[in-house]
């Protein structure tokens, strides 16, 4: 038996007692059962939110250093564990080996980052006092409580334990639910937490669907942090608002890239390749927007042609793989239907454009789309699949314009030999990560820098300062230590009054005082 085999694995979900129903899981390579799921609902996620509320006391009053070593254990735990891990990853997801084992690198490095910080992030910090030497005053940081986490199947491993991996090191207890494809490698991920020393009711696994397990999860957290579809995010926030708690939405993006013509293009066309296809496509920092200038838009398109056609698309669990398969057959047919939909509206198909039954039952080419057309449903819309739409330039005030003209704000990539100048470019396109000569991965994985999307693309931040304290409920201390907020006794308020103005209007500027 594997070390993550999916019947062993049902052993760390928390289910109440008693018979549930089940769904069964299709391995994405060949359509094939992988796994039958066990489906919970408000009773279980009940069962879970009582373990985790009892627990949470006593996790948040441990030590912060204790709480890291545990970190930093599942840390070497992921690799240690990485190859029935990434086997695991590839079969429940369809994705290629590489894309599990980057997968496997943010979580690991996610968690590090987390442990080796959460000591200072929490400790009680001194503030300027509003009246010097008669006012002190400190920010405390409290864990909120239970942090409910909904994850989607595309980053199965990182976006089901990343965030919760912040907010266990706040001191808070979570319960998660991840998408159905993809609760096992979920369930795997807990497995290691535990074998590092988490201890079992401070991180349950509720497995079910959305809205069964989702709605209760979301009326009984004191956060919650969501990724997935715009659509379902704006569900889940409505949801936070009627129980009067925050959220922070991971949702989608039209994300654009940008190529000037001083661009190292052998460069540009291998990491827009990554941009564009890395896990199929799935990936909601991907490039779906790809604006060349027109002095190298035929070069740089012919090479970028040649290399997606060269991709090593194909069912294997190998490291050889360079893209995996989509999801499943509601991806398929949404990738596919996007596509023809743009072909109906003009667009001109330079590679690609079908799906690969011959490779796998889910499997979609890698495609390049030019003359797309605002008639196209996916001019705008997040395809979240391997089709990019290559679009040609002029001027930097017309390109700015159009990255910016899309409801999302999630990632954008500027490539230019000139770094100065493709960070002067990339500060004016509105979203949430930028990167200057990469796609996507070096903004991510700069974990101790916030990440999420503007506009449609999200609310709140992951990682960093932000990603950490929204986990916290700071609380404001302030200690009266001289005097009284009030005229002194037998003084007059018309005159204390007047003496204030004399005094205020004196120490404006005072530093230490202002
Ligand atoms: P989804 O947003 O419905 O699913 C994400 C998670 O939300 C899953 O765990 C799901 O079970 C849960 N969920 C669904 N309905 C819920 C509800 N009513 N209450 C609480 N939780 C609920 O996404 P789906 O249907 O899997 O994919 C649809 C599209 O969403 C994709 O084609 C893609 O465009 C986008 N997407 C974006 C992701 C991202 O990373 N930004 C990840 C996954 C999907
Ligand atoms: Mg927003």
């Given amino acids: 038996m594997s070390r993550f085999d999916p019947a062993d694995l049902r052993s760390e979900a928390t289910l109440a007692d008693r018979d549930h129903e089940t769904m069964t899981v299709e391995a994405p390579f060949t359509g094939d059962e992988f796994a ?35 970190l930093l254990e599942f840390h070497d735990l992921l690799f240690e564990e ?25 979580a690991a490095l996610c968690a590090r980052h987390y442990a080796y910080r959460a000591e200072g992030y929490l400790a009680d910090e001194s503030r300027k006092s509003p009246m010097p030497g008669l006012v002190d005053v400190e920010v405390n940081y409290r864990a909120k409580g239970v942090v409910g986490v909904i994850s989607p199947w595309n980053y199965p491993l990182t976006l089901a334990v990343s965030d919760a991996v ?32 988490l201890p079992r009711d401070v991180f349950h696994v509720v497995p079910g669907t959305g809205p069964d397990v989702g709605e209760s999860l979301v009326a009984n957290s004191d956060y ?10 704006s569900i889940v926030a409505a949801q936070a608002g009627e129980h009067l708690i925050d959220c922070s939405l991971e949702l989608g993006g039209k994300n654009p890239a940008v190529v ?40 740089f398109t012919e090479k970028f042609v040649a290399a997606a056609e060269r991709l090593d698309a194909r069912a ?44 796998g039952p889910y499997f979609y080419a890698p495609t ?8 196209a449903d996916l001019h705008d819309q997040e395809t979240f699949g391997p089709v990019v739409s290559v679009y040609g330039f002029e001027d930097t005030d017309e390109v700015v314009a159009r990255a910016n003209d899309s409801e999302y704000g999630l990632n954008a990539s500027v490539w230019s030999g000139d770094a100065e100048r493709g960070r ?14 990469e796609a996507y991965a070096p903004a991510f994985i700069a974990h101790d820098a916030p990440m999420g999307g503007m506009g449609d693309s999200g609310v709140g931040r992951r990682h960093g300062p932000d990603g950490f304290y929204r986990f916290t409920e700071p609380q404001t201390l302030a200690t009266q230590e001289r005097g009284e907020i009030d005229a002194p006794p037998g003084v007059p308020y018309k005159w204390y009054a007047a003496a204030m103005k004399r005094l205020l209007k004196a120490v404006r500027d005072v530093p230490g005082i202002r």
């Fill in 82 to 106: 990485s190859g029935p891990l990434l086997d695991l990853m590839v079969e429940e997801s369809g994705k290629a080996r590489r894309h599990g084992y980057e997968e496997l690198l943010d």
């Fill in 166 to 197: 912040a907010a266990l090191l706040a001191g808070n207890t979570v319960v998660l639910k991840p998408a159905e494809q993809t609760t096992y490698t979920a369930l795997a991920a807990l497995r290691l937490l535990r074998e590092a020393g």
């Fill in 316 to 359: 294997g669990d190998d490291w050889g793989v360079e893209m995996g398969s989509l999801v499943s057959a509601d991806q398929l047919e949404k990738v596919s239907s996007h596509v023809e939909d743009a072909r109906d509206a003009g667009a001109e198909v330079l590679t690609g454009g079908e799906a690969l039954p011959e490779v």
């Fill in 36 to 70: 039958t799921l066990p489906l919970g609902d408000e009773r279980d996620v009940e069962t879970a939110f009582d373990a985790a509320r009892e627990a949470q006391g006593a996790w948040e009053a441990r030590d912060p250093a204790e709480r890291a070593d545990i």
């Fill in 424 to 437: 002067e470019v990339a500060r004016r396109i509105d979203c949430g990560t930028a990167n200057v000569n």
């Fill in 260 to 299: 000037f013509p001083d661009a190292d293009l052998d460069k540009a066309v291998r990491g827009l390749i990554r941009g564009c296809f890395t896990n199929a496509g799935q990936l909601c920092i991907a490039v779906e927007r790809l604006y060349v200038h027109e002095d190298v838009r035929a070069e």
């Fill in 224 to 233: 919650l942090c969501f990724t997935g579809s715009g659509a379902t995010g």
């Fill in 368 to 375: 390049v789309l030019t003359d797309v057309t605002g008639e």
